[in-house]
């Protein structure tokens, strides 16, 4: 080692590379198919797949890091061995692998697989009896059909061809007289750091060595030595060189400051996908959904998945992730769970003959043809628009199109690196000149290239001069070897491109910290009470936001990785803390200390990053100056005669020196030393938590132990008995995530409606809702793809909704049974709504018959929301999954909804949803036609039932009104159509007082949502006519939703009767009673009553804008803000009946108007007395408009819109003094009213006063035709 900076070859985890392996074919046990890797045998034995194994690996194994044969052979040569002919295209190819061990820990491994000739006859012979065989079952099936079904090269060949059968074996055959036989073979290490670059050269160098026509200066034991034992890891911050075969290798790891480590080029991922796809798949990945990527081309579809789990820092990936999936494990498609996983392609084969088990929540990438399969509704990044903008500034400046760029990336570099040094040492060119040539002479003839070149040259994109000379020997100039200028380029642009992204989470989450909960006294409590604890405040940190993010962002920090990393936050401060967070928390800092803005105030302004040039100038210098030089490679202690070079063959290389390392030399004794207390004093220390790692796994919050146990399948074992057990790891994993997710719904609305029941307010709407309830659809479309036999359609339990809708629509044609459920349910009066049969079909065609909705994971998530709402989901889903043959036809036995415990246990937790009351139907799909029936329950002991006048009614709710309708003669109840009204609020009722029995006495008026079933009271208990009760013809009822009686439908027959949510008091009689017998309130009571219908009032202000309820009821419902006055001005109100006639309030406002008209006031002062004039003049200008207003409203009515008009108008509290003063007063109240005492009064103003600052918007139907 030059320079003492880097630790050495002693400090075992410092090591470079851990392993060195060879896989390919064991010549002893010849031809094995490889059953596992999916391929059929119509397929010619060329293109089949045969088992591979590690056939040397150095050294034999390392304890920090156990060597798993399996999954190294698997990943290395995931599709198995192949064969190919000298007619065949043989280059090398090269792709890297990650295995992620189940602490979450990775090792990275770098694979070149080449070809080489099988000099062993056995198989050679072998694999012409196969053909043998393969044309003799080809010829028979051609003799049978004229369509053969060959394998994709077959079937490119015009079947009707008489000579077919000559041509395919003109194609894919092999005869061993005439062809040579070449076998696929790789060469690998195995790294702790993805330094990818490094490892392709260090690889490329040793292919070089074993095709080029000279011996390389040393056996190549000596370089593999060096790189396993002599090269260490370059310390952070630091550059370091080693030596390859042929040249001198560069590699650099990036300081602590600076975001982690990432090798793959950025470049080749925004080329493959273009900028715009990769932003909506990155939010893909946030949002924790399925990710598929789909290429031909291993190295692809692991660029693509590093490349874009780098850009989510300062949050990591926590779910199952496996960039390239081995053919053996298709199974894990089927994981209920969020993966990251990568599916190579065969070639010609179409995306659309790809079985998915589910699709609801995937997103799929089919990266060979720059394409992306999005799910259907999620939200989009912040700023998304601003954020592709800074992103294209960055690739423009590095002459990369934002819209990708499919051909020129990596087939560029691998023309580079491989084909031409290929063509350079293949004999059969010796024609090739050996100086520098230019690499579109070298490939004019190839058309394939001619079009490259083309697109490059219209892209933009330079294609350098490459130098080639006969096996290299670099002469370093002075000692240093400047980095390649391409691969700098690399590394500037990933630094830019991730500083960017990393500079959108750092404005995003800067006062992130503020809403961290950190209750626990110490870890081990912590971590016990994990499950409980709420670590994160998330309405706060909500409410805190630009109103534009809320939609990613609610959906966002409900994430495992979002749970993740503030659980590492509450860690740190018992813990050294996570790098990630180190490095991100110091950004928060810096931030801070260059804009000193108020945390309090967001913006949802832009700020583009600006720490570009920095970053790209410390990895520069790095790579300029080189910080250290590792020990040259050097001839080892071999044997003679071993090791024998022959070119194109890879040597058998001499275990013995390959497998210990170098003697520890003293220099770095003391290194390992200290590395070795580090780890003791951090095994006593987690000794000392005393928490071993099983109890701290189970503790460490449930869901995300989930994603722990199923992060990583163990790749190397494959038994029936493992899948069955993976599998029931994912059908613990759904009931987990299901409990979860219904308690989280549970508390979220619970907490809410204990803060609303002070007025009977039982629902919050809102965002943090409807994540939660999207969540849960994504639940249940994970668990019905689990297990499934075939896949039918994008939406698993849409496909089985309609299988059962099917089945049980043939049963009813045959049965033809009579329709059961429809008797009404008797009131007191004899008068009802008929029931609503709960039918899962009919709420399937109430889906069905929506033309807003497109697709069947939209009418999935429908019919999931409509149950929801009506309190039957778990209902529905029983009755669905109780039809157990169809349940056995769609679902596999291991699959989650045949555990019969396990499906018994989620039912009942949905059931739980039962307990609080969504309108998650009605508030999201507005525009939809539903069906209302309404019924009016007249009182008929006291007055007749059907009246002879004209009767109609209006119903409004959040989202609009019917306008008025006639009420059919003598009929009580009617059904009307119309756009969906959100939640009914008011109706108004009247008739024309037409006929001999014109009066009316109203109990209440019923409206049925027929779709939702949501029924709702509106109380009345007054007369309709003239000369009755305060002479109304029309009164405005506010409603009140009625809890369901569904429970006694469904079977209980229990005989309680329904619960109500308020006591239907008969409103508002408190003097004219019906029966007399009205206890009056005292004073002390109705002061409170004012106290708390005004504090009602300013709650409902406080409360975030969606989370508001309806203000109508605030004001004019049971304990609403007019009641609570009237009680006021019924206070020792002289209610004695004049001549049998009724006194109202209204006759006393009235009064006071006249009065106010006639007389001048005499006031003390100028200004009080304009002051009170003008007070005077709009009161009674409201009031004279209020009389004159085209509508038949009685007394109370109108006293009733003169409340509301001067609430909203802010006007009572200028009113109220008025009308205490004024001489009618004394005539009409008693001594001890308590408007006729000042301190009430006073008092009275102030607590009105507290509504001058709120915006108070009245609805349309307590106000109509009144103009002030």
């Not at 050097?634 to 044997?639: F, T």
């Not at 439908?1049 to 009689?1069: F, I, M, N, Y």
């Not at 019924?1130 to 106010?1156: C, L, M, P, Q, T």
Request: charge should be neutral; include cysteine.
């Amino acid at each position: 080692m030059s320079g003492s900076g880097g630790p050495g070859p002693g400090a075992a985890p410092c090591r470079f590379a851990h392993y060195f392996v060879l896989c390919g074919i064991d010549a002893e046990s010849g031809l094995e198919p490889d059953e596992l890797a999916g391929e059929n045998f119509d397929q010619s034995p060329l293109r089949r797949t045969f088992k591979s194994k590690v056939l040397a690996h150095y050294p034999q194994n390392i304890e920090w890091n156990p060597f798993d044969q399996d999954a190294v052979n698997m990943l290395c040569m995931p599709k198995g061995l192949s064969f190919r002919t000298q007619a065949d295209n043989r280059d090398p190819q090269l792709h890297s692998f990650i295995i992620t061990r189940e602490d979450g820990s990775r090792t990275y491994g770098f694979v070149l697989t080449f070809f080489e000739e099988v000099t062993s006859k056995q198989i050679c012979t072998a694999m012409q009896t196969l053909y043998q065989m393969h044309n003799a079952e080809q010829y028979s099936s051609v003799c049978a059909s004229s369509s053969c079904s060959m394998d994709s090269l077959a079937s490119s060949i015009d079947e009707g061809d008489a000579t077919s059968l000559a041509k395919l074996q003109r194609y894919n055959s092999y005869d061993i007289s005439r062809d040579t036989l070449y076998v696929s073979k790789c060469i690998c290490l195995i790294t702790p750091l993805p330094f990818m670059q490094a490892c392709k050269k260090f690889l490329i160098q040793l292919y070089k060595a074993v095709t080029s026509q000279q011996p390389p200066p040393l056996p190549l034991e000596s370089y593999i030595h060096n790189i396993l034992y002599e090269v260490p890891l370059p310390p952070p911050g630091r550059s370091l060189k080693f030596y390859g075969v042929y040249e001198p290798i560069i590699c650099q790891r990036p300081g602590p400051n600076e975001l982690p480590l990432s090798d793959y080029p950025l470049r080749e991922v925004f080329e493959l996908l273009g900028l715009e796809n990769l932003v909506q798949v990155f939010t893909c990945v946030l949002l924790e959904m399925q990710i598929l990527l789909y290429s031909q081309d291993y190295q692809r579809l692991m660029t693509v998945a590093e490349g874009i789990t780098t850009l989510l820092f300062p949050f990591q990936w926590q779910h199952v992730y496996v960039p390239i999936l081995p053919a053996s494990l298709l199974h894990f498609l089927d994981a209920p769970v969020p993966y990251l996983m990568g599916l190579q392609s065969k070639e010609g084969t179409d995306r659309s003959k790809l079985e998915l088990p589910q699709e609801a929540n995937l997103c799929f990438v089919d990266i060979d043809n720059h394409f992306i399969e999005l799910p259907e509704e999620f939200p989009q990044f912040p700023n998304k628009l601003e954020f592709i903008q800074e992103i294209s500034e960055v690739l423009l400046q590095f002459g990369i199109p934002p819209e990708g760029n499919l051909h020129c990336s990596d087939s560029a570099t691998k023309l580079k690196n491989l084909v031409l040094s290929d063509l350079v040492n293949d004999k059969k060119n010796g024609n090739i000149p050996s100086n520098a040539l230019n690499m579109y002479e070298l490939l004019k003839g190839n058309e394939t290239i001619a079009r490259l070149q083309a697109l490059a040259k219209r892209t933009g994109v330079t294609m350098e001069k490459i130098t080639i000379t006969a096996p290299l020997v670099e002469k370093e100039k002075d000692g240093k070897l400047p980095c390649e200028e391409v691969e700098l380029r690399d590394y500037k642009l990933n630094v830019q491109l991730r500083e960017v992204f990393a500079n959108r989470f750092t404005q995003m989450f800067a006062d992130y910290e503020a809403f961290v909960i950190q209750a626990a006294p110490d870890m081990e409590s912590w971590l016990t009470n994990r499950e409980q604890m709420q670590n994160f405040d998330k309405a706060s940190f909500l409410s805190d936001q630009p109103e534009p993010y809320l939609p990613f962002l609610s959906h966002f920090i409900e994430t495992q990785m979002f749970a993740t990393f503030i659980d590492n936050k509450i860690i740190s401060q018992w813990e050294e803390k996570d790098p990630f967070l180190r490095v991100f928390d110091s950004r928060i800092e810096k931030i801070r200390l260059y804009n000193v803005r108020a945390p309090a105030l967001r913006t949802s302004n832009y700020q583009k990053c600006s720490t570009l040039k920095e970053a790209a100038q410390s990895i520069e210098q790095r790579l300029m100056k080189i910080d250290h030089t590792a020990i040259h490679p050097h001839l080892l202690d071999m044997k003679i005669g071993q090791g024998k070079y022959e070119q194109g063959f890879f040597p058998k290389l001499q275990s013995d020196v390959l497998a210990t390392g170098p003697t520890n030399n003293n220099r770095w004794a003391s290194r390992s030393t200290t590395t070795q207390r580090r780890k003791d004093r951090l095994r006593q220390h987690s000794e000392h938590i005393g928490l071993d790692n099983d109890l701290r796994e189970k503790y460490m919050q449930e869901a995300r132990s989930l994603g722990k146990n199923l992060r990583q399948p163990k790749l190397s074992d494959l038994s029936p008995a493992v899948i069955a057990q993976t599998n029931w790891k994912f059908v613990e994993g759904l009931l987990k995530e299901c409990r979860m997710k219904t308690k989280r719904m549970l508390v979220e609305k619970m907490g809410h409606e204990a803060v609303e029941l002070g007025h009977g307010e039982a629902n919050i709407t809102g965002l943090e809702e409807n994540t939660l309830i999207a969540s849960l659809c994504d639940l249940l479309e994970r668990i019905w793809s689990h297990g499934l036999q075939v896949k039918q359609g994008k939406s698993a339990l849409w496909s089985h909704l309609l299988q059962y809708q099917e089945r049980e629509e043939k049963q009813e044609h045959s049965a033809e049974s009579p329709a059961v459920g429809t008797e009404r349910r008797k009131s007191d009066t004899g008068i009802s709504l008929p029931t609503l049969r709960v039918s899962l079909i009919q709420d399937m065609r109430h889906v069905q018959n929506m033309s807003e909705i497109k697709t069947d994971v939209g009418r999935a998530r429908a019919w999931i929301r409509l149950s929801l709402e009506k309190k039957l989901l778990s209902q529905h889903l029983k009755q669905l999954l109780s039809n157990q043959a169809l349940a056995k036809k769609l679902y596999k036995r291991y699959a989650f909804l045949r555990c019969e415990e396990e499906r018994e246990q989620f039912l009942y937790h949905l059931l739980s949803l039962n307990a609080v009351d969504y309108f998650c139907f009605t508030s999201v799909f507005t525009t939809i036609m539903i069906p209302y029936r309404s019924v009016i329950i007249p009182i008929k002991k006291l007055s007749n039932a059907i009246t002879t006048s004209n009767p109609w009614i209006c119903v409004s709710g959040e989202l609009g009104e019917t306008g008025v309708m006639q009420i059919p003669k003598n009929h009580l109840e009617m059904t009307f159509e119309c756009q969906n009204l959100g939640k009914l609020t008011t109706v108004q009722i009247g008739h024309d007082n037409s006929g001999l029995l014109a009066k009316w006495l109203v109990d209440c008026v019923m409206v049925r949502n027929e779709i939702t079933g949501h029924t709702y009271k509106f109380p009345c208990g007054r007369w309709l006519g003239k000369g009755i009760d305060d002479g109304s013809l029309e009164r405005i009822l506010i409603g009140e939703l009625v809890s369901s009686t569904s429970d006694e439908e469904l079977g209980k027959q229990c005989r309680t009767p329904p619960q109500q949510k308020s006591p239907t008091v008969a409103r508002r009689l408190s003097i004219t009673s019906l029966t007399g017998k009205n206890t009056k309130p005292n004073a002390g009571q109705i002061q409170e009553g004012i106290g708390e219908a005004v504090n009602n009032i300013v709650k409902h202000f406080h409360k975030p804008e969606k989370e508001r309820g309806s203000l109508t009821i605030l004001l004019c419902g049971e304990n609403g803000l007019v009641a609570a006055l009237e009680q006021v001005f019924h206070h020792g109100f002289k209610s004695a009946r004049i001549f049998h006639k009724n006194v109202f309030i209204w006759d006393f406002i009235e009064k006071a108007v006249a009065y106010f008209e006639t007389s001048d006031q005499i006031g003390d002062n100028e200004e009080a007395l304009l002051l009170q004039r003008s007070s005077c003049k709009t009161f009674c200008h409201y009031v004279n408009a209020i009389n004159t207003a085209p509508r038949n409203i009685g007394k109370d009515g109108k006293f009733q819109i003169l409340v509301c008009l001067g609430t909203r108008d802010h006007l009572l509290p200028q009113w109220i003094p008025l009308l205490a003063e004024c001489p009618p007063i004394t005539r009409m109240y008693e001594e001890n009213a308590l408007l006729r005492d000042r301190m009430t009064v006073n008092s009275l103003i102030r607590v009105l006063q507290t509504l001058q600052d709120f915006n108070i918007i009245l609805e349309g139907s307590l106000i109509k035709g009144v103009d002030v």
